[in-house]
Every structure is written in C-alpha cells, then in structure tokens.
C-alpha cells in the first residue's frame, strides 16, 4: 500500500543511492500511485547541525535518537488511510450489548476507555466506509 524510502542523508553518494532506489522501482512496474505517494525518510539527521530537508515533503528522522519519529508515523497512518480507504473514528458503546465484539472482528481497535460507572466505553477504531455503515444498521443507537 506504501512505500517508505529510508535514506542515511550523511552517505556522501545518498543522491545517487536515491536514484538508483527510483530506478529499480520503476523498473519493478508498480503502479505509479505507489511512487507518487511513496514517504520519503531522511536518516541520521542528528549528525549534521540544523539540518532541514532540501528535498519537499521529505521527513527528517533520527532514528537513534526517536527525532521526527512521532511525525513519520502520522505521515504513513495518514497516507496508509488514504489509499485504503479507511477513516479512524471514535464511537461511544454499551458494554453490556455485542458492539465491542463486533468491532474487534470487523474493524481494527486502537482504544478502548471504559467508563465503569456508566457501563459504556469510548473506542478508537480504524474501518472502511462500507463497515461503517454496517455497524450503524446493526447498532443504530
């Protein structure tokens, strides 16, 4: 679904080590939505002083140190959404009803908050349109 192109920017030849990444995927034949919207990651930037990518919409990173980590993840939930389809959403459910089992077979669960005293949680979801709208028809409350 994505392609994440993970550079050591400190190599002296990493401009021709891109091309040459650039090169064999295209001679791969992958359709061309997996290089236009392939994550660009540039490594080890704790090793250059003030480093800021030349390049557009690549990210800096050092993985060494956990710098830019946290936007890199963003950057591939958001794009791995994106050419899926699916949408992360918060629904509210009754613990006592088949909704959280439900939603563990149908979907993917990040969260669950449980509010004891009401009986009722607060989970964080990834699911297709198509799931969605499934789990409103079964659970319309």
Not at 52 to 57: F, G, I, V
Not at 64 to 77: S, Y
Not at 101 to 120: D, N
């Amino acid at each position: 679904d994505l392609i994440v192109h993970v550079r050591d920017i400190t190599h002296p030849e990493t401009i021709l080590q891109k091309a040459t990444v650039l090169s064999v995927l295209r001679n791969l034949n992958l359709p061309s939505h997996l290089l236009d919207s392939m994550v660009e990651v540039h490594n080890k930037v704790d090793l250059i002083e003030r480093y800021k990518p030349a390049e557009e919409n690549a990210l800096a990173v050092s993985a060494l140190h956990g710098h830019g980590l946290e936007e890199l993840k963003q950057e591939i939930e958001k794009k791995i959404l994106a050419v899926t389809g699916k949408k992360i959403l918060t629904v509210n459910i009754n613990l006592e009803g088949p909704q959280l089992s439900w939603l563990y077979k149908e979907a993917t669960v990040q969260e669950v908050e449980v509010m004891p005293e009401e009986g009722t949680a607060r989970v964080k979801v990834i699911m297709g349109s198509s799931a969605f709208g499934r789990y409103r028809n079964l659970f319309p409350s």
